[in-house]
């Protein structure tokens, strides 16, 4: 049992560690980690994303999201614009500066992410994807089964 418990160890530390990088990465480019998240949600979501929809994708608090939200607003690269599917909600739009700005830091971070890629090789690359989904699936089960316990 200590030996699964250090592999709990390292594993999450090696989770806490890629979540770091990120972060210093996000900083060196003069913004948060949670700005890079909202900004990968709303142009992958080509421009038009709802606030909910961010924090259910990175299960960020709601009141974190709204801080990024208004920073991005003054910074002038965020509007808000009323939702066609319901006029409670507010899409968040991109603006020029926004489009021109998220465009440079998603190709950067594509970029960056590509050469540690190559660098990692197709073959282990798929393997960690394929690996880190199977851990992901078998955390989910154990959690399902011990809540119907």
Not at 96 to 122: D, K, P, S, Y
Request: overall charge negative; glycine content about 4%.
């Amino acid at each position: 049992m200590e030996k699964l418990y250090q592999l709990s160890d390292s594993y999450n530390a090696i989770w806490l560690e890629t979540s770091q990088l990120y972060e210093a990465w996000a900083r060196q480019r003069g913004i948060s980690f949670y700005e890079l998240l909202v900004i990968l949600s709303i142009t992958e979501a080509d421009g038009k994303v709802l606030q909910k929809d961010i924090c259910q994708r990175f299960t960020i608090p709601k009141q974190t999201v709204n801080t990024v939200i208004k920073t991005l607003i003054r910074k002038g690269w965020l509007e808000l614009e009323v939702s066609e599917q319901d006029r409670r909600s507010r899409n968040l739009c991109l603006t020029a500066e926004g489009r021109e700005n998220t465009a440079q830091i998603v190709q950067e971070l594509q970029n960056h992410e590509a050469q540690v890629w190559l660098q990692l090789g197709l073959d282990r690359a798929e393997h960690l994807i394929e690996y880190t989904a199977l851990y992901n699936r078998y955390f989910r089960e154990v959690s399902d089964k011990n809540a119907r316990s």
